[in-house]
């Protein structure tokens, strides 16, 4: 089995058959910036829907949310991101090209440890520790709102859509049945200004994000983390990524957030120049510190107020000592007792995982001494779930297929192709990664047949075109089961 070992080929691939473009291509580009074209907005929602369905869908202690991108600045003061989340850069002094710190490699046969620049290579002209200083970048863009000078505020594009979840978690106690342990869970757009964007849509400055919040009772956290690990990891098998491209990897102490108690990375194993482990999504049990920060958030807004609403003035007051019955406390009825939450955060990248679930896809072999391209997408995942072809285009062929085609369309996304030689249909069908082309032939009249063509094995057999859609949700089905 043969796989992309270049970047240049997922990028020519998802071009090529309209799953991702450059964002303002006819205007020289956007850095960093992409646009998912007609098979990859398809693949990108089925991943989507993927992750909802097992997230929210089928289970029953789980709630979604769709939370405001912009949000009050006093949530980010809380969270700390206002004051600390930031990257560390230095500037080449050659060429004037930024760089992350921690993204710098040493050159070539000379090593360091991390904080020393004197070995490291910068990327833009391979000048050998020439920097700067390194000196601290804010991740988050900045915007106004307000049409006035008087009212106008700063305000930030959410760099993460947990903290949404945060800030909404009494709501959702006051206006649902939930109990601990349960959820809350969306999925929503983000922005980073990242220094360093790498590797396609890997690592963009809008990107989209599926995070689930999961409350706990404080001492099950483990429980919680080890049950989340596993759930995640197995998500991904399940769904078609080969195990051996994918791993668990426990941070070092010393790569933890300081409100983690632990965290662990789904990598995926990807072509890049050599072949390297990146992070999917992350699974952290992050305590109770997030809801224990905004009710301190809670009890400084008076100062956001007496000074200007100029968060650089604003110091969040001490927490309250009785803080576990603070106002974003839960009182366990079973128990008669009060606390704040600990948290498990499975927190995943829609974008990556997509592009994980394109390259880990994506086969050639050769058939009749020619090369077949094809993507063996799972079939929840394929953007387009079967395609109908007339073999012909006479004698009322085309007619039936496309009574076919949409009558299947009413359950899923189906194609219709007449243009070309079959043969030739079949194969821009593999490549777009359809599992199922069904055929109308001179059968269909004879005795109501069409036939249907397996993606992945090329194999035919013939089904009555009263029982297709049957045979196809089976087929599709039976995938999950193997």
Not at 95 to 105: G, I, M, Q, T, Y
Not at 236 to 251: F, Q
Not at 427 to 433: I, V
Request: one cysteine or more.
């Amino acid at each position: 089995m043969a796989k992309i070992t270049k970047l240049d080929d997922i990028v020519s691939l998802c071009k090529r058959r309209g799953f991702i473009f450059q964002s303002s291509e006819i205007y020289g580009g956007l850095a960093s910036c992409y646009d998912y074209g007609p098979l990859g907005s398809e693949l990108k929602r089925n991943v989507r829907e993927a992750w909802w369905k097992s997230m929210v869908q089928m289970r029953d202690d789980i709630v979604g949310l769709d939370s405001s991108i912009l949000m009050h600045p006093m949530v980010w003061k809380s969270s700390g991101h206002a004051d600390k989340f930031a990257d560390y850069i230095v500037e080449c002094k050659k060429c004037n090209a930024r760089s992350r710190v921690d993204h710098l490699e040493d050159a070539p046969g000379k090593s360091s440890s991390a904080d020393d620049l004197t070995t490291k290579v910068c990327p833009g002209c391979s000048e050998v520790g020439n920097f700067t200083e390194p000196m601290p970048f804010r991740l988050m863009f900045e915007t106004k709102m307000g049409a006035n000078a008087d009212d106008t505020m700063t305000l930030f594009m959410r760099p993460e859509t947990a903290q949404g979840i945060f800030a909404n978690f009494k709501n959702v106690l006051d206006s649902t049945r939930v109990k601990i342990p349960f959820g809350i869970a969306q999925i929503g757009k983000s922005f980073r200004n990242e220094v360093t964007t790498k590797a396609f849509t890997f690592r963009t400055r809008e990107f989209e994000q599926a995070e689930l919040e999961f409350f706990c009772e404080p001492g099950t956290d483990e429980f919680w983390y080890k049950s989340w690990k596993e759930a995640r990891f197995n998500w991904y098998i399940n769904l078609g990524i080969k195990k051996e491209n994918l791993r668990l990897r426990d941070h070092d102490e010393d790569e933890l957030a300081h409100y983690a108690k632990g965290c662990v990375d789904v990598e995926y194993k990807f072509p890049f120049g050599s072949g390297d482990w990146q992070e999917l999504e992350g699974v952290a049990n992050r305590t109770d510190y997030d809801l224990r920060q905004h009710q301190r958030g809670m009890r400084s807004m008076s100062q956001w107020y007496e000074k200007g609403r100029d968060l650089t003035k604003v110091e969040l007051v001490d927490e309250a000592p009785d803080y576990h019955k603070g106002p974003l406390s839960y009182f366990d009825e079973q128990q008669k007792k009060r606390y704040i939450p600990y948290v498990i955060e499975p927190s995943a990248g829609i974008d990556r995982s997509t592009l994980a679930f394109l390259v880990d896809a994506y086969d050639e072999e050769e058939v009749n001494g020619k090369t077949r391209n094809l993507l063996r997408f799972h079939p929840d995942l394929a953007p387009i779930k079967a395609a109908v072809f007339p073999l012909v285009k006479k004698d009322g062929m085309p007619e039936i297929a496309q009574n076919i085609a949409g009558s299947l369309k009413k359950h899923f996304a189906c194609f219709y192709d007449e243009k070309g030689a079959v043969g030739r249909r079949y194969r821009r069908q593999d490549e777009a990664g359809t599992p199922f082309c069904i055929t109308v032939d001179g059968d269909y009249k004879e005795n109501g047949t069409v036939t249907v063509r397996h993606r992945d094995t090329m194999e035919q057999e013939s089904v009555s075109g009263d029982q297709l859609l049957n045979y196809l949700r089976d087929k599709m089905e039976s995938w999950n089961c193997k």
